[in-house]
């Protein structure tokens, strides 16, 4: 099929790769020029593992081509929708202006029987609103709300190999024309297993605001145990174990440690209370206050928890922070707890050295007043704590005897309980965890 990917960023330009790899002529089009350029020369502006290798893959067939002109869009069948709706400055709602002039721009390049595939985050009600748009200038084109569920660092597997497709259209018509379209866009991965849902316009929107929203209350929620664990002398990783074992309540996502960040959860939980404010169930989302409350609210611990490792004086001490993207397998800095708490340190008089193997050059646009140095050991040598913040792979297989060597003091605070704490104390360390005795 020939398919236009509206948006370049982190969600289209994984998507439009993507479908080119499924067999689709694709074009990505975006107004930044610099990202195009980058993208047709086969790098992604920002570290996906995997994505490289496949821009360069479905490139070299003629399948993906990139393209700063709306126009590109003219003749091509399907249209995916795949641009940023960020956190308005000030508030807590979604802004989806960049949603609304992607659509407007597309609309006289629409022919009958087009589809508009909307894969941007949005408030509830912005799809019927689109569809009214689209109907008044193409009447025989069609929208559909087919949201994204990508995890960065896993954004290609989930693109090739979702676990499920929502398809919303309206009236949730399983009959509806845009229904076959889009199963044919994705028939390899529907081949394979890959379960279908169609719903209505509404539904659709809502199914990614609630899914995000129960994975921060769960991650909130055992965060909040971790609270009670330090105060009762109990281990949150034991405790999340056991609750884990009970199949209604499962395993993933009960993590204690500093808590969640990145470009989604946080503003679309904040995004999703607004919305429900506006329609008047504001009530019905008030628990997501203290969800977003006590993920905040462990920056602060992890800032008071290294003041206790360092015998409660931040002032002049030499602190290293392992990590500074949002989590590992991404250069992604927004709202990230790693930056943040290491932000804090550097306020309260500390000499913060922060590392990570590929967000440095971002987290410094967005913190320049931090020390960053890429290598590990450099960044490790004189430390008088070490704070693991992100759980790359080379800090959870960090060898404790060696890192010793290179420390002035030998307190490591473990933001992700990822580490063996017998395995450090026996080496000598003084370790410390988050909820664990």
Not at 191 to 204: E, Q, W
Not at 298 to 324: F, K, N, P, S, Y
């Amino acid at each position: 099929m020939r398919i236009s990917v509206i948006g370049c960023g982190y969600l289209g330009a994984v998507h439009a790769a993507s479908m080119a790899k499924l067999g689709h002529d694709v074009v990505g089009i975006d107004l930044d020029a610099k990202k195009v350029a980058a993208l047709s020369a086969g790098t992604a502006p920002f570290f996906e593992p995997g994505l490289d290798e496949l821009l360069n893959e479905v490139q070299s067939t003629g399948r993906l081509t990139f393209a700063t002109d709306m126009a590109a869009a003219a003749g091509r069948s399907v249209h995916f929708v795949c641009v940023g709706t960020p956190q308005k400055k000030g508030e807590n709602a979604a802004d989806v202006s960049y949603v609304d002039a992607a659509v407007a721009s597309l609309l006289p390049f629409l022919n009958p029987g087009d589809v508009v595939v909307g894969k941007s985050t949005v408030p509830v009600g912005t799809a019927a609103r689109l569809a009214n748009l689209i109907a008044e200038q193409q009447p025989d084109a069609n929208l559909v709300w087919n949201p994204e569920f990508l995890r960065e660092g896993h954004a290609v597997q989930d693109t090739l190999s979702p676990d499920r497709f929502v398809y919303g259209v309206p009236g949730g018509d399983e009959e509806h024309a845009a229904v076959g379209v889009l199963d044919e866009v994705y028939a390899t991965p529907l081949s394979t297993g890959t379960r279908r849902l169609v719903a209505d316009y509404a539904t659709a929107e809502l199914v990614k605001a609630s899914a995000n929203s129960f994975l921060a209350t769960k991650i909130s929620f055992i965060n909040a145990m971790a609270e009670v664990c330090e105060a009762a002398g109990a281990d949150v990783t034991v405790l999340a174990e056991a609750i884990g074992l009970d199949e209604r309540i499962g395993r993933k996502f009960l993590n204690a440690g500093i808590g969640f960040g990145g470009g989604c959860l946080p503003k679309d939980i904040r995004a999703f209370m607004a919305r429900a404010g506006e329609l008047g169930a504001d009530q019905a989302l008030t628990f997501l206050r203290e969800v977003d409350a006590i993920n905040m609210r462990r920056r602060t611990r992890m800032v008071e928890l290294t003041r206790e490792l360092c015998d409660d004086r931040l002032m002049g001490r030499h602190i290293t922070v392992l990590g500074a993207a949002f989590k590992p397998n991404s250069d992604d800095v927004r709202d990230s707890p790693a930056l943040s708490i290491a932000a804090q340190l550097q306020l309260q008089g500390a000499v913060v050295t922060v590392t990570d193997p590929q967000s440095l050059a971002n987290a410094a646009r967005r913190f320049p007043e931090l020390n960053y140095e890429p290598d590990l050991d450099t960044a490790l040598r004189g430390a008088d704590a070490v704070l693991l913040l992100t759980e790359w792979d080379q800090y959870r297989s960090l060898d404790p005897h060696e890192t010793r060597a290179l420390v002035r003091e030998a307190r490591l605070l473990d933001g992700r309980n990822v580490l063996e704490p017998q395995k450090w104390r026996a080496a000598g360390w003084t370790y410390r965890g988050m909820g664990r005795a």
